[in-house]
Each structure stands twice: as C-alpha cells, then as structure tokens.
C-alpha cells in the first residue's frame, strides 16, 4: 500500500511517525493530512530500502526546498554532480531532482539514489529523448517504458506534463516567452506534429499503475508556467492548473500521492492569488514552486530575487520551494553556486516557517539572539544556517588566516562596533551600574 492508502485506511506508517517526529507534531496529524491529499511524504519502497530518511511536505509542516542539479551534454561529469549533490544537502536541501540530459544519466541518477538519503526527483522524459533520434519518434510505450525504469532505481518523486492539453498551446502566442519548460516544450511539440491529445494524460491511468506500485509521489509538472513576469497570471498557466487539479483528484482515486508544481516568474503582488488559486483548484495539494522569481533583470543574482518570491510563497502556503542559483539563466551552477542557491532558499523557507507559527520554527533564532547577547561566538557559529561562512567572515575581520584556530574564549564585543561602542557590551555594563546603584 501507498502511503496515502495506509492513512486512508487509518494506519500510521513507521514514515509517517518519522515524519511526526521531525516536525514536532502528532503522528496522527501527519496521517489525516496525507489522507486529506495536503500532505505526500516521496518515498519509493526501493529507495527505503537503502536506507531513505523520510521527508513530508505540505502546508501542515515546514517548508521545504529542492535543488536541482545534473549534467548537460555540454558540460558536467558524474563525480562532479555526486559532489555538488552531497554539498546541496550538506546545505540543508531536503529533496534533490537529478534532471541530467546527455550521455550516462542512467548511471548518474542510480549514483545519486544510492548515495543520499533524501528524496530524489526526475523528469523522466529526458530519458526518453536522451533514448531517441528525436523526440517526435516517442511513443507512449516509450515513456511508460521509462518510468518503470526509474521507479526500479528508487526515484521517490517524478515531474510529468500530463495536464498541458492541446487545447493549451494556442494560448501561448500572446506571451513574451512562450514554453519555457524543456518538458512542456518537448510534449507540445509531440502534439503539434502528430495531431493527438497528451500521451502523458490518455495514459494517466496506466501511469497511476507503475507509480502505486512503487509509491513514487506524482509531481504533477506545469510546462505551461510563465517564464517572465509578463506571462505571470495568464490563460495558459491557469488553463494548465485546472487540468492539473482533475488529475491530482484522479491519482488520488489511484491510492498515488500527488503534488503540484507551480509557477517560475511571478510579480511580488500576485504572489498571493497564485497560491490561494492553486488551494481552491487542486483541493489544497502539496504547492512546490520554482522561486518564483519576483524580478526578471537580475541575472547573476536570481538565488536572491527568487528567494523573495519564495518566501512570500511559502508564508502564503506553498509546500516547497525549489531552489534558484546565481547561474539562473546563464550556465549549469558550479558547486559554489549551489551552495549559495540552497542557503537563500533555506532562509526563504524558515522565514516563512516563523511567520506561519511552525512549532519550534523560531528556537534556533531565539537560541542565537541570546548566544549574540552573551557573546557566545561559538554557540552562534553552530546555530547559524551557514557555519563556515559565519566562522570565514568572523575571521576575516579579526585578521586571522583561515587557518588559524578558533580562540576558546572570544573578547565580549562585537566584530562590527569594536569594545568602545558595542552596544551589547555597553547594555551589559550599564545593567552592572543599574544593579549597583540598587536601580
């Protein structure tokens, strides 16, 4: 049985306890929410096997993100990927996505299942145009061929364009940007030249199938999500999300988890009806963004303008945040560039998570505010989201190489002011004189 089947028919699952403990919440709490279809928790039955640490996401728990990493035909080797991947979740990713095109992904992907403990995501049509001369040769065979290929691996969650419809693609012409998704793009193409509906949607149950009997998650893809600002909001992206909301029923009815992904560029005052639309579409399923980015003119700094849009989504009620790079738009990030991208997305998301009163969401905050009060530099180093980064800097103004040790004792002044006008150590020493004049 699927986790959903299990918390329909009232089990709690060893997941589903996992889950219960890491969120500090009733293990019954996370068994109604997945019944309910708010909540999915990826978890393939052969990736738990190896040794998968279960993740939920949902609105009912913390925010996640994902990292997307993988090769290109042009750029990118397998050992390289594996480091990048390992640094993603050093960095706090708590799902990853391997969407690798170009020789050897098969190899690749396994790598990455067998190496890390969180859940992993796929598209798993770029297998299938990795497989063929050209795209317009796939047949539905070919793709059913290859999801069951890629559950055997142990991939816990799969993005599939099944609800871009014929009937879409006529909406794209007034856009800036038209399809900006490699899925969507490909499954449209298909479309145009054969002249038939979705394959992906006039298999779907076939597909619910292969995906049940594996318990692979459904991430339901949006090919038609804005890939500006100026598309944000329009007949395409929405046409797309009320398909997707029949097939998030439908897979349900499968006993298939389900989530939903959802738009890339968005303004910061549309944010909020995104999120809301999404809840009232799709019955309030799992809402996984990608940022969305809330400016277009920021190449090389779009970790940040999508970390803006991200945490405004999240505190609106998305499930996940998939994570954006400073190479967005520009190149396959390099493994700095993942770890900027993941701590960026890591502040959006426990921003959000304070905001909506997560338990224990602000601990950590509180714990390092009084760290910071006692001049406790080593309890704020471990606190902090980026450790080495925090002791990297602490250095730096201190003139130490990196080299050198971190002393056992640090001066009671902060880094910025300096002993005569550090406000902390002045407030320290004005409540010695309060306390000693009996104030």
């Known amino acids: 049985m699927t986790q959903y089947q299990e918390a329909l028919a009232g089990h709690i699952t060893a997941e589903m306890e996992a889950v219960a403990k890491k969120e500090f919440l009733p293990a019954e709490t996370i068994r109604s929410e997945i019944a309910a279809g708010r909540l999915v928790i990826p978890a393939n039955t052969v990736h738990l096997r190896k040794g998968l640490d279960p993740v939920g996401i949902g609105s009912a ?4 993100i994902n990292a997307n990493l993988g090769n290109s035909a042009l750029a990118g080797d397998l050992d390289r990927e594996l480091e990048k991947v390992r640094c993603a979740v050093r960095f706090g990713a708590d799902t990853v996505m391997d969407l690798s095109t170009g020789p050897d992904i098969d190899r690749l992907r396994q790598n ?7 859940p992993v995501g796929t598209v798993p049509l770029y297998q299938v145009c990795e497989q063929l001369d050209d795209i317009l040769d796939m047949t539905p065979r070919h793709f059913l061929d290859a999801v069951e290929h890629q559950a055997r691996q142990g991939v816990d969650y799969m993005t599939i364009h099944a609800a871009l419809l014929r009937r879409h693609i006529p909406l794209i012409d007034s856009r800036v ?3 900006v998704s490699r899925g969507g793009s490909l499954i449209a193409k298909w479309m145009a030249a054969h002249k038939e509906e979705n394959p992906f949607y006039t298999h779907f149950g076939e597909l619910c199938e292969i995906m049940g009997r594996y318990d ?17 909001s329009d007949a395409a992206q929405f046409g797309e999300l009320s398909v997707m909301g029949e097939l998030c029923r439908r897979a349900h009815e499968a006993g298939n988890q389900a ?48 970390a803006i849009g991200g945490a405004m989504a999240a505190w609106h009620g998305a499930a996940m945040l998939c994570y954006v790079t400073p190479k967005e738009h520009l190149g396959l990030p390099n493994l700095n560039d993942v770890r900027e991208g ?37 309890r704020q180093f471990n606190l902090a989201l980026d450790c080495d980064r925090a002791i990297e800097y602490y250095k730096e103004a201190r003139g130490m190489s990196p080299d050198d040790p971190l002393p056992a004792c640090s001066e009671n002044f902060c880094t910025m002011c300096g002993p005569k006008f550090c406000a902390m150590k002045t407030t320290a020493e004005l409540k010695m004189l309060r306390k000693k004049n009996g104030d």
């Open 112 to 118: 990455v299942i067998d190496n890390v403990r969180v």
């Open 216 to 232: 692979v998650t459904w991430s339901l893809g949006d090919g038609l999500r804005p890939g500006c600002l100026a598309d944000a």
């Open 61 to 64: 728990v913390t925010c996640k």
């Open 259 to 306: 989530m939903i992904e959802g738009p890339g560029h968005v303004p910061l005052d549309q944010i909020e009806s995104n999120m809301a639309r999404q809840i009232k579409e799709c019955d309030g399923a799992p809402f996984y963004v990608l940022g969305p980015l809330v400016t277009d003119c920021a190449p090389g700094y779009d970790h940040i303008t999508g």
């Open 342 to 378: 993941v701590i960026a997305f890591k502040i959006a998301a426990h921003s959000a998570d304070i905001a909506r009163h997560r338990p224990g969401a602000r601990d950590r905050d509180d714990a390092i505010s009084r760290a910071r009060n006692d001049f406790d530099w080593p």
């Open 177 to 179: 940007t038209g399809i």
